[in-house]
């Protein structure tokens, strides 16, 4: 019989930045493999190529650049649209079971973003001329979308790549997605990047028990922020014999492992570059377990930015972003709040450790700038 909400185990603010933290492999850098770390991290959001190898090297211990890229190369890790209908890395194994579950996601957006422009087309008609072109060979978004307003003239070419897009499952072929590669991405099935063509889809319970061991404890509108998905609650209460349940400061209901690591509030957290655009961010409704809502405009831009982020005591303390002249690499720092002595000490050496990982130079001056 489940608790009655009041005699629930309260966790504090605090107990719940330390818990996603430890689980997000940022209280401690971690000894994994880049595709264990992918799949415990339940993929890395990677709308652009740098940030992903960034979030790995903030999570891992001695991780090296060229061990992500061939972790693309070798179809061990693959970048496609999953959660949220976004870029993301993930395992070829969690590719394939999750993207069929995360179809009403991607319909979603299809409507969102296309609707209009693809008013009364035939849009199986579109879809399967779109998989024939690729049963070809791979195409870029752009070529596709040509290819296809050859034949629905009067169309626009975008909303018809964006068919294709949101209906096949499509992986972005390396170089694309591969450190500092800004080409447009190659596109292909992802059945036939992986080379198989049936796999048993994930199940709703199975994404909420991993995204949990991932980002929890968490509400149920925590998974629908991180998934797109819908539907959480009747997933919850299938679950909940097996679930341990909290309750929060403001009297949420927090589901949650019963294994899964929950280190006491009080444990040191050690200062943190977080990547752009980087999952801790991204995967919760209420974001105030490591960001308060007070600094949240100056990391969330109104251009759909999310900055690089300093933590200090595990929470959002800052911005850094690189800048490049003249031979010259420096962090820039913009705080939010006032840190200690021992604070800037800590962050300046995490700032020249990430200089150090992303230099392509031999000769390359670094250097740390705190306005």
């Known amino acids: 019989m489940a608790l009655p909400r009041a005699a629930r185990e309260v966790l504090s603010l605090r107990a719940l930045n330390r818990a996603t933290l430890a689980r997000q492999m940022l209280l401690a850098r971690r000894r994994l493999t880049v595709t264990q770390a992918v799949e415990r991290l339940a993929g890395l959001q990677a709308q652009a190529p740098n940030p992903p190898y960034i979030g ?16 693309l190369q ?76 050859v034949r629905w003239k009067g169309r626009e070419t975008a909303s018809l790549a964006g068919l294709i897009r949101n209906n096949v499952p499509l992986v972005h072929l390396p170089p694309a997605g591969t450190w500092n590669s800004h080409q447009s991405a190659l596109l292909q099935p992802l059945g036939d990047w992986l080379g198989v063509l049936d796999a048993v889809p994930a199940t709703q319970e199975d994404l909420l028990l991993r995204y949990l061991a991932a980002f929890g404890p968490a509400t149920l509108a925590d998974a629908g922020a991180w998934s797109g998905l819908t539907g959480w609650k009747a997933v919850a209460e299938r679950l909940r014999p097996q679930l341990r349940v909290f309750t929060g400061e403001e009297g949420q209901e927090l589901f ?31 974001r105030s377990r490591v960001l308060s809502e007070a600094h949240r405009a100056r990391v969330f831009t109104v251009n759909g930015i999310v900055r690089g982020t300093v933590l200090l005591d595990g929470f959002v303390a800052g911005v850094w972003k690189i800048e490049r002249a003249k031979n010259t690499a420096t962090v820039v720092l913009e705080s939010f709040t006032r840190w200690s002595k021992a604070d800037r000490v800590g962050v300046e050496q995490e700032a020249l450790d990430l200089l150090a990982f ?14």
């Open 56 to 71: 790995l090297w903030s999570r891992l211990e001695g991780f090296r650049r060229e061990q992500l890229t061939e972790a």
């Open 74 to 149: 070798k179809r061990r890790i693959v970048r496609m649209s999953t959660m949220r209908a976004t870029l993301h890395l993930m395992t070829a194994s969690d590719a394939l079971a999750w993207r069929p579950l995360l179809e009403p996601v991607h319909q979603r957006g299809l409507l969102g973003n296309h609707k209009k422009a693809l008013d009364g087309i035939d849009r199986a008609a579109v879809v399967e001329a779109g998989c024939a072109l690729l049963a070809e060979r791979p195409h870029t978004g752009a070529e596709l979308g040509q290819a296809l307003g």
């Open 256 to 286: 949650d492992l019963p294994r899964a690591p929950r280190p006491d509030a009080d444990t040191p957290a050690p200062p943190r570059l977080v990547a752009e655009w980087d999952n801790l961010l991204l995967s919760h409704a209420d």
């Open 358 to 371: 992303t230099s392509d130079g031999e000769g390359e001056r670094h250097a740390v700038r705190l306005p």
